[in-house]
């Protein structure tokens, strides 16, 4: 299994040329391609990735919103989320049940739901192909069944959008926004595992000084005995 980061950027303003597009992942294993996310960024520009299959986490505009033309592919996403893009002109529509393995162009994807947003609830995903195995959740409070998602993964691909603050809200009894990458790494040393490698940048992130934040992400980390590394536009991965 091959990784290459297509977009590493939040659903922020701010960018750079390491983080301009938003968040998407492209999978690659023999001839498949297929693309994690396709936010509002890739609009038009879906010729220059040429997925065989678009896998959607959720529907909000950094992740779905470059499908409102359509796709040139056949799209994979939970019920809930296709009833957010139900206006959609997508031909091609396969539905993703929850905690139960999908075969896409021989890689699959177990979707895991994840506490997140009311409105556009959403999953992280267990990506098996081979013997390679990572869990990738680029938004995210909380993993509903943490040790089943994490079990046997060579690298957790998480949410970059705070630190180390809390970025929590409350709304009645849910909790919508991101946990910072600190709790992260410590559901990393819980499950086992060793590699850590963090995507949908936020702000401290994008406009402050990497190689500061990076320095001490890794600080962090190795007290949890993690490798972390932080994802770039273009940056590959082989497993």
């Not at 001839?31 to 299959?53: E, F, H, Q, S, Y």
């Not at 909000?60 to 799209?75: E, Q, Y």
């Not at 926004?177 to 850590?196: D, I, M, Y």
Request: net charge positive; aromatic share 8%.
């Amino acid at each position: 299994m091959k990784l290459t980061f297509l977009g590493t950027r939040g659903e922020i303003e701010a960018q750079t040329r390491r983080h301009r597009m938003h968040t998407s992942l492209l999978v690659l294993h023999r001839a498949a391609r297929v693309m994690i996310d396709c936010g509002l960024d890739w609009l038009g520009k879906l010729k220059r990735v040429d997925p065989n299959a678009i896998v959607l986490t959720h529907a909000h505009p950094d992740h779905a919103w470059g499908l409102k033309r359509g796709a040139p592919c056949p799209v994979y996403a939970p019920q809930k989320t296709w009833q957010e893009l139900q206006l959609y002109p997508i031909k091609d529509r396969h539905l993703i049940e929850e905690r139960t393995g999908t075969k896409i162009c021989g890689i699959t994807f177990e979707a895991f739901p994840v506490e997140h947003s009311i409105r556009s609830p959403a999953v992280g995903y267990r990506v098996s192909a081979g013997r390679a195995r990572i869990f990738y959740a680029p938004d995210l409070i909380f993993i509903d069944d943490r040790s089943a998602a994490l079990k046997g993964v060579q690298i957790y691909i998480g949410d970059g959008a705070t630190i180390t603050r809390t970025f929590i809200r409350r709304r009645g009894k849910a909790l919508i926004g991101h946990s910072p990458v600190r709790t992260q790494l410590t559901w990393c040393q819980k499950e086992g595992v060793h590699r850590a490698i963090i995507t949908h940048c936020g702000s401290e992130i994008v406009t402050g000084d990497e190689r500061k934040i990076f320095a001490s992400l890794c600080a962090i980390a190795a007290e949890h005995g993690v490798d972390v590394r932080i994802a770039y536009d273009g940056m590959t991965v082989a497993l």
